[in-house]
């Protein structure tokens, strides 16, 4: 298939920081919406009162179709043809992002009779349900769209950097302000604040959408033409090139490691600071403190990745996480303010470490798509986007479902809310960093072992392409 540099005849802007801050702006929109799913739990075992396995087999089922979700959207977008007046992700974006400004506010809704299962089971998914199907309408051309505003691996790690600045800013936004916003004296959460908190993010997130749509170029992209030779869009033949698509895999599984660790260590992050520390409203700001070497390092980025590679770079940060995470289990964190000195300590040093895969996470599968053109001839955007979206997501709902399952196994009693025993208290003092510490492993797996685009490789790889377009 043709490939051209650019959309059409006319020159594009030369790409530059407008760029990136749109780019980043698409992510501060979808975790304006993305932020309170960690709430869920909380809100739906403590406050709703659902029976936590109920819950734990809910949210699986939510999150698997959730996941299937993503690929089968992904392969929409790509067998789509119609000619839109600027590109079809910015169009699918656009229509997301309009659903997004409500959806998120229908995972929490308060108002239903706390003692019928049965309704309360049918809210949470038909909510869970409706917000996710806007959110992937939005988050998968999204995350396609990195690789067609520039084909230059520097414009690409400077996306992939803003991306994940975006995404901090939303996290640093919601983190510090939520827990004041929806847990009272008594570290008990205010279900009817988290609907409200819900309906603003979304309208920030909305104008987020607009300001990264209107600002966005596009510079790569194919030159369709339609003739009878033109071979039908195969989606079983793109799953595969993607299974054989070992960057893709690996960084896949990275990722997986990323979201089943943290986001199922986030619940009891939440249980560890209401009955361990005795105090849920810091645990936004102490969160917040976690993600000062992600800024830290973002400026640095282009300039690192240039010099060592996104490989090699990822590979060391991780290792410097499960350091981290074995300091967290033999370090004596006592549930005063020494203890949570030691817990923002350690937890600085992963963040570092995860800070840095996820600093260019989104810019390797960008090369990962890449290299699906360089091994197989088709691009396939989103269809590998989605599809490593699908794996992610379903890590996201599994981290949350085992370690859900764990706490219960541990003692954790939604009736109890914040006032856990103080043997369960302790054991969520070891589950927390035991959860990150499978995180940065599966990660050191997945990028060490599996991924294969290192410096030298990535760099043949962008010759033999521009070779081909040329």
Same mark, same amino acid.
């Given at each position: 298939?043709?490939?051209?540099?650019?959309?059409?005849?006319?020159?594009? #802007?030369?790409? +530059?920081? #407008?760029?990136?801050?749109?780019?980043?702006?698409?992510?501060?929109? %979808?975790?304006?919406?993305?932020?309170?799913?960690?709430?869920?739990?909380?809100?739906?075992?403590?406050?709703?009162?659902?029976?936590?396995?109920?819950?734990?087999?809910?949210?699986?089922?939510?999150?698997?179709?959730?996941?299937?979700?993503?690929?089968?959207?992904?392969?929409?977008?790509?067998?789509?043809?119609?000619?839109? &007046? !600027? /590109?079809?992700?910015?169009?699918?974006?656009?229509?997301?992002?309009?659903?997004?400004?409500?959806?998120?506010?229908? %995972?929490?809704?308060?108002?239903?009779?706390?003692?019928?299962?049965?309704?309360?089971?049918?809210?949470?998914? %038909?909510?869970?349900?409706?917000?996710?199907?806007?959110?992937?309408?939005?988050?998968?051309?999204?995350?396609?769209?990195?690789?067609?505003?520039?084909?230059?691996? +520097?414009?690409?790690?400077?996306?992939?950097?803003?991306?994940?600045?975006?995404?901090?800013?939303?996290?640093?936004?919601?983190?510090?302000?939520?827990?004041?916003?929806?847990?009272?004296?008594?570290? /008990?959460?205010?279900?009817?604040?988290?609907?409200?908190?819900?309906?603003?993010? *979304?309208?920030?997130?909305?104008?987020?959408?607009?300001?990264?749509?209107?600002?966005?170029? $596009? #510079?790569?992209?194919? /030159?369709?033409?339609?003739?009878?030779? #033109?071979?039908?869009? /195969?989606?079983?033949?793109?799953?595969?090139?993607?299974?054989?698509?070992?960057?893709?895999?690996?960084?896949?599984?990275?990722?997986?490691?990323?979201?089943?660790?943290?986001? *199922?260590?986030?619940?009891?992050?939440?249980?560890?600071?209401?009955?361990?520390?005795?105090?849920? !409203? $810091?645990?936004?700001?102490?969160?917040?403190?976690?993600?000062?070497?992600?800024?830290?390092?973002?400026?640095?980025?282009?300039?690192?990745?240039?010099?060592?590679?996104?490989? @090699?770079?990822?590979?060391?940060?991780?290792?410097?996480? $499960?350091?981290?995470?074995?300091?967290?289990?033999?370090?004596?964190?006592?549930?005063?303010?020494?203890?949570?000195?030691?817990?923002? +300590? %350690?937890?600085?040093?992963?963040?570092?470490?995860?800070? $840095?895969?996820?600093?260019?996470?989104?810019?390797?599968?960008?090369?990962?798509?890449?290299?699906?053109?360089?091994?197989?001839?088709? &691009?396939?955007? *989103?269809?590998?986007?989605?599809?490593?979206?699908?794996?992610?997501?379903?890590?996201?709902?599994?981290?949350?479902?085992?370690?859900?399952?764990?706490?219960?196994?541990?003692?954790?009693?939604?009736?109890?809310?914040?006032?856990?025993?103080? @043997?369960?208290?302790?054991?969520?003092?070891?589950?927390?960093? *035991?959860?990150?510490?499978?995180?940065?492993?599966?990660?050191?797996?997945?990028?060490?072992?599996?991924?294969?685009?290192?410096?030298?490789?990535?760099?043949?790889?962008?010759?033999?392409?521009?070779?081909?377009?040329?």
């Amino acid at each position: 298939m043709a490939k051209s540099n650019v959309k059409d005849q006319t020159s594009p #802007r030369k790409f +530059g920081i #407008r760029d990136s801050l749109a780019y980043a702006a698409g992510d501060f929109g %979808c975790n304006m919406s993305f932020a309170l799913k960690g709430t869920m739990l909380i809100f739906w075992t403590q406050f709703m009162k659902m029976d936590s396995v109920i819950y734990a087999a809910l949210l699986l089922v939510c999150q698997i179709w959730d996941a299937i979700n993503d690929p089968l959207l992904g392969s929409i977008i790509d067998a789509d043809r119609h000619k839109y &007046r !600027r /590109n079809k992700f910015l169009a699918y974006i656009s229509f997301g992002s309009v659903g997004l400004m409500f959806a998120g506010a229908l %995972c929490f809704i308060p108002w239903i009779p706390k003692d019928q299962e049965i309704i309360k089971g049918i809210v949470f998914i %038909c909510g869970y349900v409706i917000w996710d199907a806007f959110y992937t309408i939005a988050n998968v051309p999204y995350g396609s769209l990195l690789s067609l505003i520039s084909d230059d691996p +520097g414009d690409r790690a400077s996306l992939s950097a803003w991306r994940s600045v975006g995404s901090m800013l939303g996290n640093l936004a919601t983190m510090a302000l939520i827990p004041i916003l929806i847990y009272d004296s008594n570290n /008990n959460i205010m279900g009817e604040r988290v609907f409200f908190v819900a309906l603003v993010m *979304g309208v920030l997130g909305f104008i987020a959408f607009r300001f990264m749509i209107a600002n966005t170029v $596009i #510079r790569v992209e194919d /030159n369709v033409k339609v003739s009878e030779e #033109r071979q039908k869009f /195969n989606v079983l033949k793109a799953m595969k090139n993607f299974l054989s698509n070992r960057p893709a895999v690996g960084a896949t599984l990275a990722a997986m490691g990323m979201f089943l660790g943290m986001q *199922g260590a986030s619940a009891a992050v939440t249980v560890l600071f209401q009955s361990y520390f005795h105090n849920a !409203r $810091i645990s936004g700001i102490v969160s917040m403190f976690s993600m000062l070497p992600i800024i830290l390092f973002t400026p640095l980025a282009r300039k690192m990745v240039g010099k060592y590679g996104k490989k @090699e770079l990822s590979v060391v940060g991780a290792f410097v996480s $499960i350091a981290a995470c074995v300091l967290m289990l033999i370090l004596p964190i006592t549930p005063d303010g020494k203890g949570i000195g030691i817990y923002v +300590g %350690c937890q600085l040093i992963n963040a570092l470490g995860m800070g $840095i895969y996820s600093t260019v996470s989104w810019s390797m599968m960008g090369d990962a798509i890449d290299y699906n053109e360089w091994k197989h001839g088709t &691009r396939e955007e *989103g269809t590998v986007y989605a599809l490593h979206s699908f794996f992610r997501k379903l890590a996201q709902g599994l981290g949350p479902s085992l370690i859900l399952v764990i706490m219960v196994a541990l003692g954790y009693v939604e009736e109890n809310e914040g006032n856990q025993i103080a @043997e369960v208290a302790r054991n969520m003092r070891y589950l927390v960093p *035991g959860a990150y510490l499978f995180s940065a492993a599966l990660q050191l797996v997945g990028l060490g072992v599996i991924y294969n685009l290192d410096k030298n490789t990535l760099t043949k790889m962008e010759s033999e392409l521009k070779e081909r377009k040329a």
